[in-house]
């Protein structure tokens, strides 16, 4: 089985920066695209960020040129790091990953979520 654990939300000031981590554990063969999503209050959860296991990443246009995603394939980890945060980027941060299990299979899982509040 395998799970996700997120780490690095708090709380921040307008303009300042945090970075999430995003760590997977259990019987990974491989991981092919690891996600952020996240949903602010009252709102629908929305993808923020994928990359793909070589490297390709694609963002949602609000967070363009302020978001960056990354991996670290040796360590299962998928990092966001968020500068010139804004009040509007205020939600509960979850990453996803899909890939196969040590036994083959397909697996699709989601980590619990972690805070991320941005004050004005």
């Known amino acids: 089985q395998v799970q996700l654990v997120e780490s690095g939300g708090g709380l921040v000031q307008a303009g300042g920066s945090l970075r999430l981590s995003c760590a997977a554990s259990?019987?990974?063969?491989?991981?092919?695209?690891m996600n952020w999503y996240r949903q602010g209050p009252g709102k629908q959860r929305e993808l923020v960020a994928d990359?793909?296991?070589?490297?390709?990443?694609n963002y949602l246009d609000s967070v363009k040129g302020r978001f960056t995603i990354s991996r670290d394939n040796a360590k299962n980890t998928v990092y966001l790091q968020m500068n010139s945060l804004k009040p509007e980027d205020t939600a509960v941060y979850y990453c996803?990953?899909?890939?196969?299990?040590?036994?083959?299979?397909?697996?699709?899982?989601w980590g619990q979520g972690t805070q991320v509040t941005v004050s004005s």
């Open positions: 996803r990953a899909r890939g196969l299990s040590s036994s083959m299979r397909a697996f699709d899982t």
């Open positions: 259990g019987s990974t063969f491989s991981i092919n695209v």
């Open positions: 990359i793909s296991r070589g490297g390709t990443t």
